[in-house]
């Protein structure tokens, strides 16, 4: 090697060993030699989002022999050399004007000072900047859809992550009622049916609004409606109907008096359906009239109401025949009693008359 590159090489050398000890030197610290100023100057802070594009900018000016761009821990760019290994970093421009690198999709570790350091012809100088990486909410720990029985402790627990640090809130998302709070946990005591549904987990910052839901299913014994007594016609069809509200959904069973009916015989059908049952009778017989009960349970209880199936009698063809006919038998008769008192009357009138 000649003596001019033994040079170059000792002034890339000790350039770069004074990077490494400006590292170690506290901002703001290196004054210059002829004047009371420093050869610090401090940039206002970058903010960025998450996944942004960053633009490093220094200016140069004078004469300068060396440059280079630094993180807190090492050497970005040396001039054009690419110190760094991370794939995300890549010069701009490098000229007389300015010396420019980019950082792509910004991460978290990212966050910190980058200081440009210049050496002129008349003395270095430094310019540092520090990077605030702005990140989305996200929820990283939510509580997972919940069965729980009427009556117990609930508590739901929703965590987020994000800078600036979210904020955190619950609302439930099925009910117009005031269900909520403003605070990572949910406390729901001695939870009713009324507060079963779906609960929203949302974490908002400046950038941005994360949500998730949680699903609280609340399990309670069946409350069966009162029955509704049914007058049904011998011979004719006729349905008792019996609803239930329970979660679970409830199983039915129909009873007459103290026996069960098993469904498809005597004429009867059973069909149930979500929260109701029908007993049908497809032809009404002298035996079907009475007392029924319909239960409705689940794992948590039983309810059960009482139904009358009872008889209907029409009037018949003859019967509506029979009685029109009957008020015109009996008006003539009556006309008839009138005529004879008449002829009773003019044949004493001339007895009447001879006594006065």
């Given at each position: 090697m000649s003596v001019r590159g033994y040079l170059v090489a000792f002034s890339k050398f000790s350039f770069l060993l004074s990077l490494r000890i400006l590292l170690l030197v506290p901002a703001g610290s290196v004054r210059s030699q002829g004047d009371a100023q420093s050869d610090n100057k401090v940039m206002d802070n970058i903010t960025v989002r998450q996944g942004e594009t960053v633009f490093l900018r220094c200016e140069q000016g004078d004469v300068v022999t060396h440059t280079?761009?630094?993180?807190?821990?090492?050497?970005?760019?040396?001039?054009?050399?690419?110190?760094?290994?991370?794939?995300?970093?890549?010069?701009?421009?490098?000229?007389?004007?300015?010396?420019?690198?980019?950082?792509e999709n910004v991460e978290m570790t990212d966050e910190g000072q980058y200081v440009c350091a210049v050496q002129t012809s008349r003395r270095p100088r430094t310019t540092s900047v520090h990077?605030?990486?702005?990140?989305?909410?996200?929820?990283?720990?939510?509580?997972?859809?919940?069965?729980?029985?009427?009556?117990?402790?609930?508590?739901?627990?929703?965590?987020?992550?994000?800078?600036?640090?979210?904020?955190?809130?619950?609302k439930l998302i099925?009910?117009?009622?005031?269900?909520?709070?403003?605070?990572?946990?949910?406390?729901?005591p001695s939870i009713s049916r009324q507060r079963a549904g779906t609960y929203e987990c949302t974490a908002v910052n400046d950038i941005e609004t994360d949500a998730q839901t949680v699903?609280?299913?609340?399990?309670?014994?069946?409350?069966?409606?009162?029955?509704?007594?049914?007058?049904?016609?011998?011979?004719?069809?006729?349905?008792?109907?019996?609803?239930?509200?329970?979660?679970?959904?409830?199983d039915f069973e129909w009873y007459k008096d103290e026996r069960r009916i098993v469904n498809g015989?005597?004429?009867?059908?059973?069909?149930?359906?979500?929260?109701?049952?029908?007993?049908?009778?497809?032809?009404?017989?002298?035996?079907?009239?009475g007392n029924y009960t319909c239960v409705a349970n689940n794992k948590l209880g039983f309810s059960s109401t009482n139904f009358l199936l009872y008889v209907v009698i029409e009037p018949t063809s003859s019967t509506l025949l029979q009685g029109p006919r009957a008020v015109q038998d009996g008006g003539a008769g009556a006309m008839a009693l009138h005529s004879t008192s008449?002829?009773?009357?003019?044949?004493?009138?001339p007895l009447l008359l001879q006594s006065f």
């Open positions: 280079a761009w630094l993180n807190r821990s090492s050497i970005l760019y040396a001039g054009e050399d690419k110190w760094s290994v991370d794939p995300r970093v890549s010069l701009v421009t490098l000229n007389q004007e300015e010396f420019t690198i980019k950082i990077i605030l990486v702005q990140v989305p909410p996200k929820i990283i720990n939510l509580s997972k859809d919940l069965v729980v029985n009427e009556g117990s402790n609930v508590t739901l627990v929703c965590q987020a992550s994000g800078k600036p640090e979210p904020s955190i809130s619950w099925s009910s117009s009622g005031d269900v909520g709070s403003d605070d990572e946990y949910l406390e729901i699903d609280i299913t609340v399990n309670y014994a069946p409350t069966v409606l009162e029955g509704r007594d049914v007058g049904v016609t011998l011979g004719q069809r006729g349905v008792l109907e019996c609803e239930a509200d329970a979660v679970p959904e409830a015989l005597d004429g009867l059908e059973i069909v149930s359906s979500g929260s109701l049952s029908k007993l049908t009778f497809f032809n009404v017989s002298e035996g079907d009239y008449c002829l009773l009357l003019l044949a004493l009138l």
